[in-house]
């Protein structure tokens, strides 16, 4: 039940590949009622609509998973999902989520040489045989292309990958989870972390430094994605074993402006929950609450690079 580095170990990079290929495929994993399209098209519209709903409607910054408090515990719970069924296709109930480690490619002297991007690796997914984008943002809402395309990238194109100085910064100075207004001009971790504020911009910068389809509301597309997300998942999991005191915030009692990113909400989803997910319900890995289970525990290799 280890998330691993996604470069330590051949084997896993594999399997992440083969799994995620088989979550693509509609006779696999069929997206039920969508002919030709899959469960890994689903998770590309569901952050789509995550990123439509602004919350509250009356204004365009925060939405349900995005520039508010709800953005690492709605990502987490998005990841846990997506993991579900990557155990599924690769038969194998230990297998968990790799992540990539992108700060140690922010010290390569060409980050873009990086062994991740290799053929054997994320390089694949560049093939336009094997990959083929099927769902993107339209002018209203998400488009099916009649004709699927290859994925795009434009590595190192613009911005640059955030530090590991950058990453240790944040961690040490930002004691509070979060700020009013609650949003992408708030103070606290989860802003700096996303990337509104501060000077490296983490996880908006590694978006814009992948480029192409991985800067849209449809960045999933990219299956960087979900790479990506695991590091910034597992840099807020470093933040909360280093402040342990720090609650969540909003607490419940925050005004409604705010639904969808206090403690007891119900996080933003397109699955029908037998328990809904609330920010509370992922604050711990080790733990998840209801409806995940002991089967859906993880933790992470090392987090010693985040000291
Ligand atoms: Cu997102």
Redesign the pocket.
């Known amino acids: 039940m280890i998330r691993r580095n996604i470069l330590s170990d051949e084997g896993l990079r594999q399997r992440f590949i083969d799994g995620v290929l088989a979550l693509k495929d509609p006779a696999r994993f069929p997206w039920p009622g969508q002919q030709g399209l899959s469960i890994y098209d689903f998770f590309v519209a569901w ?1 789509h609509q ?2 439509m709903l602004f919350t509250p409607p009356t204004q365009r910054d925060r939405n349900a ?2 520039s508010g408090p709800a ?1 690492l515990p ?2 987490r719970y ?1 990841l846990l999902r997506f993991e579900g069924y990557l155990r599924t296709a690769v038969g194998d109930p230990e297998f968990r989520l790799p992540y990539w480690d992108w700060a140690a490619d922010a010290a390569l002297s060409n980050p873009r040489q990086s062994r991740i991007w290799a053929g054997t690796a994320l390089g694949r997914f560049t093939g336009p045989r094997l990959w083929q984008v099927r769902v993107v943002p339209a002018e209203r809402g998400l488009t099916r292309l009649a004709r699927p395309r290859p994925l795009q990238r434009a590595l190192g194109s613009q911005g640059a990958l955030p530090t590991r100085e950058a990453i240790r910064a944040v961690l040490r100075d930002q004691l509070l989870y979060d700020a009013p207004p609650y949003s992408s001009a708030s103070n606290g971790f989860r802003n700096y972390l996303e990337g509104w504020e501060g000077p490296a911009r983490i996880h908006n910068s590694v978006h814009v430094w992948v480029g192409g389809d991985m800067t849209d509301s449809t ?1 999933p597309n990219d299956p960087t ?1 979900f790479l990506h ?1 695991c590091n910034v998942d597992r840099i807020w999991y470093a933040w909360q074993r280093r402040y342990p005191d720090a609650p969540y915030l909003p607490a419940q009692s925050a005004p409604a402006d705010l639904a969808f990113h206090r403690i007891d909400d119900t996080l933003y989803s397109v699955f029908r929950e037998t328990t809904p997910v609330t920010p509370r319900s992922v604050l711990n890995p080790l733990r998840p609450g209801a409806p995940f289970r002991t089967a859906d525990r993880y933790d992470y290799d090392s987090l010693t690079d985040l000291q």
């Open positions: 952050h995550s990123m998973a995005h953005f709605w990502h998005y960045s994605f997300h």
